[in-house]
T-cell receptor
Framework: AAGVIQSPRHLIKEKRETATLKCYPIPRHDTVYWYQQGPGQDPQFLISFYEKMQSDKGSIPDRFSAQQFSDYHSELNMSSLELGDSALYFC?????????????FGNGTRLTVT | KQEVTQIPAALSVPEGENLVLNCSFTDSAIYNLQWFRQDPGKGLTSLLLIQSSQREQTSGRLNASLDKSSGRSTLYIAASQPGDSATYLCANRGSTLGRLYFGRGTQLTVWP
């Protein structure tokens, strides 16, 4: 079965640079969630989209922005990168149909800021 | 805000033991609860999902229970194996499209 696809798998950037992370949800899933997991930490919710509209917002820095496109894929844009942004970034998708489905997670993008 | 707590934070046992991992949450108005496994530096693998109307779910050697009234869930692992070594996270969701609230996980080590 198709899973959530995230790209790239690994990304190395320098401080003050920008980064774009991409997420391709499971086909027919209309909701996308972004999470950040620092070393030894639990995943922290950043933001979510339902039908291309922002549906919820968590602890996402102002330097970050995200959107969901017409084909339901989503991109997380990160600017003025800081060392503390180094983390594993997960995308998850779910479907609102039939009362909702579980969240399915991608394998994540490991961002290293040097 | 939903707070999710997992106990113990770490557990080290010889293989063959039956284990219980605990998860508690502050808001009983949950939509569902999921247990995940995470290997070091890897993604989140969903193990079991319990809807709010259900009491438990089973998959192989894993059994998860949910008691909404007390705000608790337990993950029972039978006959543990070294391959079970990983971090186990519980997370709950308050609504159909809602975010997952994660606990900090239980780091499990099963030694031969």
């Amino acid at each position: 079965a198709a899973g959530v696809i995230q790209s790239p798998r690994h990304l190395i950037k320098e401080k003050r640079e920008t980064a774009t992370l991409k997420c391709y949800p499971i086909p027919r899933h209309d909701t996308v969630y972004w999470y950040q997991q620092g070393p030894g930490q639990d995943p922290q919710f950043l933001i979510s989209f339902y039908e291309k509209m922002q549906s919820d917002k968590g602890s996402i820095p102002d330097r970050f922005s995200a959107q969901q496109f017409s084909d339901y894929h989503s991109e997380l844009n990160m600017s003025s990168l800081e060392l503390g942004d180094s983390a594993l970034y997960f995308c998850a998708s779910s479907s609102s149909e039939g009362g909702g489905s579980p969240l399915h997670f991608g394998n994540g993008t490991r961002l290293t800021v040097t | 805000k939903q707070e999710v707590t997992q106990i113990p934070a770490a557990l080290s046992v010889p293989e063959g033991e039956n284990l219980v991992l605990n998860c508690s949450f502050t808001d009983s108005a949950i939509y569902n609860l999921q247990w995940f496994r995470q290997d070091p530096g890897k993604g989140l693998t969903s193990l079991l999902l319990i809807q709010s109307s259900q009491r438990e779910q089973t998959s192989g050697r894993l059994n998860a229970s949910l008691d909404k009234s007390s705000g608790r869930s337990t993950l029972y692992i039978a006959a543990s194996q070294p391959g079970d070594s990983a971090t186990y996270l519980c997370a709950n969701r308050g609504s159909t499209l809602g975010r997952l609230y994660f606990g900090r996980g239980t780091q499990l080590t099963v030694w031969p």
